[in-house]
């Protein structure tokens, strides 16, 4: 199985625990690694048998903007399951980055996979 992925999918949002975080937007970081068939779409130069990465890319963000949540987990484990069923992607790997969330660390974050390869 062929992986397509899309590396620091920029996102802001609003997420967090504490109250103050529930009343500004903040920036997220998504990569994403998908299982994908890419045979087809190479064979054939076709857009249409391919994993589209513009496509995929604006589900997430348009889901993160949409949707507000206190903990990253639960985050990603949303977006995994979104992209699988939407996409028909049978693996997914997310890793969430919240920068700027400890002071002394540049990011934190969660890394999940899902499905099988």
């Known amino acids: 199985m062929d992986i397509v992925f899309i ?3 920029e996102v802001i949002t609003t997420i967090g625990v ?5 009343s500004l937007q903040q920036k997220l970081y998504f990569d994403l690694e998908m299982a994908f068939d890419n045979k087809p779409a190479a064979a ?16 997430v963000s348009q ?21 699988m069923k939407e996409f028909s ?5 997310v890793t969430l980055h919240k920068p700027g969330a400890l002071p002394k660390a540049q990011s934190l974050g969660v890394q999940i996979e899902r499905g099988h390869r």
């Open 44 to 59: 054939s130069d076709d857009i249409n048998l391919a994993l589209n990465y513009f496509s995929v890319s604006e589900k």
């Open 18 to 22: 504490y109250d103050w975080e529930k």
């Open 7 to 9: 590396n620091q999918l």
């Open 63 to 83: 889901f993160a903007q949409n949707h507000q949540f206190e903990l990253i987990e639960t985050m990603a484990e949303s977006v995994a399951a979104l992209i």
């Open 89 to 93: 992607v049978p693996w997914i790997k």
